[in-house]
């Protein structure tokens, strides 16, 4: 289970001192920023992030819900009965790719830009759980791990389809 406990703990961000999930939703953006890059060397449209984007948040869902009961038992603190261990970050990365599908990056700058606004809006509606993400939280197996991220990403996302399609 060496595998799973890598891709759980967002390939090691999981273990991070303090503020384990910043550091995974961090990490999204860095792989989001290296694709994005990449495809800029490559000559492809700014849009062709997006169905990359999608395609990780779906493989990161995967993995939380295949490997979320695994990871509950070994990382849980049995006084505690933890649902969501912290070192567990998976979910961050696909909360966190699911606030940035379908915003304009047309440039280096406006992919900051989006990038961190995103950030933000993202780490703020996981860290205050707006219903249903609370609710959703407590169902069992992986689904309580990923679908309170989930909400939040979609929070942060529709907040940002505003931010950067009506106001900037």
């Not at 966190?96 to 961190?116: F, N, S």
């Not at 197996?141 to 929070?155: K, P, V």
């Given at each position: ?120 809006l993202f780490r703020l509606f996981d860290v205050l759980k707006p219903p249903p993400a609370r609710q959703l939280e407590k169902l069992p197996f ?27």
């Amino acid at each position: 289970m060496r595998v799973a406990r890598w891709v759980m703990s967002g390939l090691g961000l999981g273990y991070a001192p303090a503020a384990s999930g910043t550091f995974g939703s961090a990490g999204a953006l860095a792989v989001t920023a290296a694709a994005w890059a990449i495809l800029g060397l490559a000559g492809s449209a700014c849009w062709a992030i997006h169905p990359i984007v999608l395609g990780l948040t779906l493989l990161a869902s995967w993995g939380c819900v295949h490997w979320g009961p695994w990871a509950c038992a070994y990382y849980a603190d049995r006084a505690r009965k933890d649902k969501d261990p912290g070192q567990v970050v998976l979910d961050e990365f696909a909360g966190q790719w699911l606030a940035l599908i379908g915003l304009a990056m047309p440039d280096a700058r406006r992919m900051l830009l989006v990038l961190t606004v995103q950030f933000v809006l993202f780490r703020l509606f996981d860290v205050l759980k707006p219903p249903p993400a609370r609710q959703l939280e407590k169902l069992p197996f992986g689904w309580g791990i990923l679908l309170d991220d989930l909400a939040a990403g979609a929070y942060a996302n529709l907040v940002g389809q505003v931010v950067f399609r009506v106001i900037l």
